[in-house]
C-alpha cells in the first residue's frame, strides 16, 4: 500500500476508488494480522460508508478533504463513537461510547476512513502491548519482540503496512516507543496543540494525541487536519496555524541551531543503538547540518515522570480499584496504588517539574533543535513488561526508566517526532528522536523530514 499522501491525492484525482481501497485494506488486515493481533476490531461497515461518501463527493466535485479516503487506525483508548473502547481492561470490555474524541472527528471530516482500532496495554500503563482482553501484540520485524507500547498495535500495524496512517496517544513515551521499535515515524505534538477530549481521563498533563506513519510527510499531512483549539478541549491552546505540509515538504534545516547528544549525559544507550545513531549524525553533518554535541543539565528524569504520572494515573481510574479491582491485572493494580501513595507528594513534584522544565526553556534558546536516540534498546522479547538490563545498567521492574530518551517531552510538554535511523546487529530497527521547542511542531517534523531524506530508506520487515 502507497502512503497517505500519494493515497488522498489519487482518490482527488479520480484515479483510486476510495471504497476500493477500504475493501482491500480491510481485507488484508484480516488476512494479515493474524499472529501480529495488532487489532481490537474491524469497523468494516463504518469504514465502507465513509468510503462512499467520499467518493460520492469526490463525484459531485465536492472537496473530499485532504485526508480523502485515506484509511486510519484508531489506538483502543481513543474514543469512536460506537466501537469498543476497551483501554485494555476486563473492567470496560462492554464500553462503547456515545461520541468522537475531537481527534476523530476530525480526521472524518478531512475525508479518511476509519477501518478499525488498534491494540493497548491495560489502561496504557505498560511500554509493551499486551492485556486482558485481545491478548499479545507482536512485532512484524520478528514475532518474539514487542512492538513497545502503550502504541504498540498502530506500530505494528503500520510496520505490517495494514494501513498507511494511524492514530495513537503518547504520555510517557507511547507513541514514540512503538515508531522506534517497528521502524516506523511517530510524532508527539506539544501539549495543548491536538485536543483530546472527550475519552478516558488518564495523565492529563502528560498525556497527547498524535500520528503515527511510515512517512513524516504523511505526519504533517495529518497534523494539517487534527491540530488546533477546540471548545471541547479547554487544554488547547489558540495559537497561530502552522503549515506543517509546507514544513515537511520544504524540509529544510538551513540556518537551524542543532544539537546532538548521544544519551543525555545519563541514559543507558545499547552499544548498537549508539553506533546506529552516531553512524546517523555524521550523515546528517555531511549532509549539511550543523551539529553541536550540547543537552540539558537535568540528568535523569524517570523519578519526576513517576511522580507526576503515578497521582494523576490514580486520580483519573482510581474507581477501578473499588469496584473492579478483581478485573485488574495485578500490576496494573499495584501501580495504581502507587499513586494513591504518591499523592501527597503531587504538588512538590510538580515545583520540580516546573524547574526541570525551565532548564529545556533555556536549552531551547540556545538550540532550535536536539537530537537524540528515540530508544536507547532495541525491541526486546514479548512476554516480559521491561528489559532486565541495558548494556550494564539494571531496569528497574516496576517503573520505565528504559524509557528515558522519551520522557523530557512529556515533562516539558514539547513535541518530539521518533524516524527510523537503521538496524541493530539484530537486524531491529533504531530510532532517531527530533525535539524543539513547545509549538514548533512544522519546524520538529521539518527537520524530521530532511532527516528522513538523508538517511538510508527503510525496507518492510519480513514477517517470520
Given at each position: 500500500m502507497t502512503d497517505a499522501t500519494a493515497i488522498a491525492g489519487a482518490v482527488r484525482a479520480c484515479e483510486l476508488s476510495p471504497v476500493a481501497l477500504a475493501e482491500e485494506t480491510i481485507a488484508g488486515i484480516r488476512a494479515g494480522d493474524g499472529e501480529i493481533n495488532s487489532f481490537t476490531c474491524v469497523l468494516e461497515e463504518e469504514a465502507l460508508e465513509a468510503a462512499r461518501a467520499v467518493e460520492a463527493r469526490v463525484a459531485a466535485g465536492d472537496d473530499p478533504g485532504p485526508l480523502a479516503g485515506v484509511p486510519v487506525s484508531i489506538k483502543d483508548v481513543i474514543w469512536v463513537a460506537g466501537a469498543p473502547a476497551t483501554n485494555g481492561s476486563l473492567a470496560y470490555r462492554d464500553f462503547h461510547p456515545a461520541e468522537d474524541t475531537v481527534i476523530v472527528r476530525r480526521l472524518r471530516e478531512a475525508g479518511a476512513v476509519i477501518v478499525g482500532k488498534t491494540t493497548n496495554p491495560e489502561l496504557c500503563f505498560a511500554g509493551v502491548t499486551?492485556?486482558?482482553?485481545?491478548?499479545?501484540?507482536?512485532?512484524?520485524?520478528?514475532?518474539?519482540?514487542?512492538?513497545?507500547?502503550?502504541?504498540?498495535?498502530?506500530?505494528?500495524?503500520?510496520?505490517?503496512?495494514?494501513?498507511?496512517?494511524?492514530?495513537?496517544?503518547?504520555?510517557?513515551?507511547?507513541?514514540?516507543?512503538?515508531?522506534?521499535?517497528?521502524?516506523?515515524?511517530?510524532?508527539?505534538?506539544?501539549?495543548?496543540?491536538?485536543?483530546?477530549?472527550?475519552g478516558f481521563r488518564g495523565w492529563p498533563s502528560l498525556?497527547?494525541?498524535?500520528?503515527?506513519?511510515?512517512?513524516?510527510?504523511?505526519?504533517?499531512?495529518?497534523?494539517?487536519?487534527?491540530?488546533?483549539?477546540?471548545?471541547?478541549?479547554?487544554?488547547?491552546?489558540?495559537?497561530?496555524?502552522?503549515?506543517?505540509?509546507?514544513?515537511?515538504?520544504?524540509?529544510?534545516?538551513?540556518?537551524?541551531?542543532?544539537?546532538?547528544?548521544?544519551?543525555?549525559?545519563?541514559?543507558?544507550?545499547?552499544?548498537?543503538?549508539?553506533?546506529?545513531f552516531e553512524s546517523s549524525v555524521e550523515t546528517l553533518a555531511a549532509a549539511g547540518w550543523q551539529l553541536d554535541e550540547a543537552h540539558p543539565s537535568t540528568?535523569?528524569?524517570?523519578?519526576?515522570?513517576?511522580?507526576?504520572?503515578?497521582?494523576?494515573?490514580?486520580?483519573?481510574?482510581?474507581?477501578?480499584?473499588?469496584?473492579?479491582?478483581?478485573?485488574?491485572?495485578?500490576?496494573?493494580?499495584?501501580?495504581?496504588?502507587?499513586?494513591?501513595?504518591?499523592?501527597?507528594?503531587?504538588?512538590?513534584?510538580?515545583?520540580?517539574?516546573?524547574?526541570?522544565?525551565?532548564?529545556?526553556?533555556?536549552?531551547?534558546?540556545?538550540?532550535?533543535?536536539?537530537?537524540?536516540?528515540?530508544?536507547?534498546?532495541t525491541a526486546f522479547e514479548v512476554g516480559i513488561y521491561s528489559p532486565t538490563h541495558i548494556g550494564d545498567y539494571e531496569v528497574n521492574p516496576f517503573w520505565d526508566d528504559w524509557c528515558s530518551f522519551c520522557l523530557p517531552a512529556n515533562l516539558t510538554g514539547m513535541p518530539a517526532t521518533s524516524i527510523p535511523c537503521g538496524l541493530d546487529d539484530a537486524g531491529l530497527p533504531v530510532g532517531l528522536q527530533l525535539m524543539g521547542r513547545?509549538?514548533?511542531?512544522?519546524?520538529v517534523l521539518g527537520a524530521a523530514a530532511a532527516a528522513e531524506a538523508a538517511l538510508p530508506a527503510m525496507t518492510s520487515p519480513a514477517v517470520a
Open positions: 499486551t492485556n486482558p482482553v485481545h491478548g499479545l501484540t507482536r512485532n512484524p520485524w520478528n514475532l518474539e519482540r514487542t512492538p513497545g507500547g502503550s502504541s504498540g498495535g498502530a506500530g505494528a500495524s503500520l510496520a505490517a503496512g495494514l494501513t498507511p496512517l494511524a492514530i495513537g496517544s503518547d504520555g510517557g513515551g507511547s507513541i514514540r516507543i512503538p515508531a522506534a521499535f517497528c521502524g516506523v515515524a511517530g510524532h508527539k505534538p506539544t501539549l495543548g496543540l491536538v485536543p483530546g477530549t472527550p498525556s497527547v494525541k498524535g500520528p503515527m506513519a511510515r512517512t513524516v510527510r504523511d505526519l504533517g499531512l495529518c497534523m494539517s487536519a487534527v491540530a488546533g483549539p477546540d471548545v471541547a478541549d479547554p487544554a488547547t491552546e489558540r495559537r497561530p496555524p502552522q503549515d506543517f505540509l509546507a514544513a515537511v515538504s520544504r524540509a529544510d534545516v538551513s540556518g537551524l541551531r542543532v544539537a546532538v547528544s548521544a544519551d543525555l549525559g545519563c541514559a543507558p544507550l545499547e552499544p548498537g543503538v549508539r553506533a546506529c540528568g535523569e528524569s524517570t523519578a519526576l515522570w513517576n511522580a507526576i504520572a503515578a497521582p494523576e494515573g490514580f486520580a483519573s481510574h482510581r474507581r477501578l480499584l473499588a469496584e473492579h479491582e478483581a478485573e485488574l491485572e495485578p500490576r496494573t493494580a499495584e501501580i495504581l496504588r502507587a499513586g494513591e501513595a504518591a499523592a501527597a507528594d503531587y504538588l512538590d513534584a510538580l515545583d520540580e517539574r516546573a524547574a526541570f522544565t525551565s532548564v529545556w526553556l533555556e536549552f531551547f534558546e540556545r538550540y532550535d533543535l536536539l537530537l537524540t536516540p528515540a530508544m536507547g534498546l513547545r509549538f514548533d511542531d512544522a519546524l
